[in-house]
């Protein structure tokens, strides 16, 4: 895009709209004909400050240029009532013959931009209107630039939420197969590189994968959208957790840069048989709460996606009671960078985890975090998803 | 994240201390370019100062790894702990960087 051509830019004096307040005929006249010999041709006049206000109630002005002694509203007043009435951030620059430091200081106080002193030197006015404007057109393009960035980084942000399953989408899989699902998902810069899913298999078993790609933000979510539409692809892989991340892997190597990667986790839950297969792929090892309170963090390990095309995975099996659950989830959960010392070992996150689950499922994910960070909308830096399956669904 | 070498001797030893995340990109970055200018043979990065890493950090042991690699050199780790030693094993990047 193009800043230079968007529509508010001229650089056309005659388009400024100027406002000159002073209670002195020959004073507006006076900057009014200096302003008028630089250029500047729309020109608006009032003779004291109740008049100042209403015509800026009624009509926009890019600056003010204000005379401090009036009769009825005086500058300082005028002042107040542009930045706290009216609301607005056009520049505003007082004309003044008092020379005492401390009316100055005053009317930078309530909201002055800037000082011309009295008799005006035509000169040092013109060039203080055309620097107040530029300044005020700059900041008009970076505030719009702003606008426009925050709209497109909302619209991309639905999106990334949109590739989520739903509730509904979790039931649909989960249900008839015996199992339940808590999720929780929080992008850290509001787009995000964490991504979880869950596939059907077959009539018993379900498929649940959860990765996260290295960095935050926008390239982070542009990697977890191609995340997703590899893993649409690998149907024929979806039995073998093994050979499902080996597939993924070989697909993300190409198109990885060299310093970036994913770690995922991805399982086969069957929850008639009592029994889940899975590999891992550098992310933080999974727990099981097991229904009689006690935890295990699940063995295995396998290299980061992303960064050797040839590399294994390790196929593991554990054996899940109806009462057990299983608990994955982002590093950004135990990771604390600001202090190192508070960063939560699995043993923290298992008791905390079961401790709110057995609570019941309503509103689990706000409970947890209030419980391991004091409040459920802390703030992490890095995005943090986490799954709860139970396979006994209430 | 700070880093201190002579750049000279086979193999170079650079000692990195601190906490290597997102932050020390462009520092390291750095450190790799005159990695690239200065030390033609093998490179050893001792972590024994290193307290904390983040997913990025070994991201940027991979593409340090990649570029001495790629001139002909070879990069080993050593002197991993704690938290460091945690995602250094989860990750299992001793199968592209060694670890002594």
């Not at chain 1, 002073?22 to 006076?30: E, G, P």
């Not at chain 1, 009435?85 to 200081?105: F, K, M, N, S, Y």
């Not at chain 1, 709110?356 to 975090?369: H, K, Q, T, V, Y």
């Not at chain 2, 932050?23 to 005159?34: Q, T």
Request: charged share 25%; proline share 5%; glycine share 8%.
């Amino acid at each position: 895009m193009d800043l230079a051509h968007s529509q508010s830019e001229h650089d056309d004096p005659a388009r400024d709209r100027i406002l000159i307040v002073d209670d002195q005929a020959s004073s507006r006249l006076l900057i009014g004909s200096v302003l008028e010999a630089a250029g500047y041709t729309c020109l608006a006049y009032a003779g004291d400050g109740v008049e100042a206000i209403e015509w800026l109630a009624a009509n926009t002005a890019d600056i003010v240029i204000l005379d401090i002694r009036m009769p009825r509203m005086d500058g300082f007043e005028v002042c107040r009532e542009i930045r706290c009435r009216l609301a607005l951030d056009l520049p505003i620059l007082v004309q003044t013959g008092i020379q005492e430091a401390d009316c100055r200081v005053d009317a930078f106080k309530v909201g002055a931009s800037d000082i011309v002193s009295k008799p005006l030197n035509p000169g040092e006015l013109v060039s203080r209107v055309r620097l107040h404007l530029e300044r005020r057109r700059m900041i008009g393009r970076l505030q719009r630039y702003q606008d426009r960035m925050e709209d497109e980084l909302r619209a991309a942000q639905s999106m990334q939420l949109a590739l989520l399953p739903g509730p509904e989408d979790v039931a649909a899989i989960l249900q008839p197969r015996g199992a339940a699902m808590t999720t929780f998902y929080r992008a850290s810069h509001m787009l995000g590189g964490d991504l979880w899913q869950v596939f059907p298999v077959d009539g018993t078993r379900f498929a649940v994968f959860m990765v996260d790609l290295s960095g935050h933000g926008v390239s982070a979510a542009i990697n977890a959208f191609r995340v997703n539409m590899i893993t649409a692809g690998l149907v024929r892989e979806r039995a073998d957790p093994d050979r499902w991340l080996a597939a993924l892997n070989r697909a993300l190597v190409p198109i990885l840069p060299v310093e970036h990667f994913a770690t995922a986790f991805y399982a086969v839950i069957d929850a008639a048989a009592g029994e889940m297969r899975y590999a891992v792929a550098g992310a933080p090892p999974p727990l099981i709460l097991r229904g009689d309170g006690g935890w295990e963090e699940l063995p295995g390990r396998g290299l980061i996606l992303g960064c050797l095309a040839d590399a294994e995975y390790e196929c593991s099996s554990v054996q899940l009671g109806p009462q057990d659950q299983l608990f994955a989830y982002s590093d950004a959960l135990y990771e604390d960078f600001e202090n190192p010392e508070a960063s939560l070992g699995a043993g923290d996150i298992a008791i905390a985890v079961q401790a709110e689950a057995a609570a019941g499922n309503d509103a689990f994910s706000a409970r947890l975090l209030t419980r391991l960070f004091g409040r459920p909308d802390a703030e992490f830096r890095d995005d943090l998803t986490f799954l709860l399956i139970g396979l006994n669904a209430p | 994240m700070e880093y201190r070498s002579e750049f000279t001797g086979s193999p170079v030893v650079v000692m990195i201390e601190g906490v290597l995340t997102f932050d020390d990109h462009e520092r390291f970055r750095e450190l790799v370019g005159i990695l690239a200018d200065q030390a033609p043979g093998p490179v050893v990065f001792d972590l024994s100062g290193l307290t904390m890493i983040d997913s990025a950090g070994i991201g940027m042991l991979i593409m340090a790894n990649d570029r001495i690699v790629k001139r002909g050199g070879g990069l080993r780790l050593r002197g991993v702990s704690g938290q460091v030693a945690k995602v250094v094993e989860l990750s299992r990047i001793e199968q592209l960087i060694p670890i002594d």
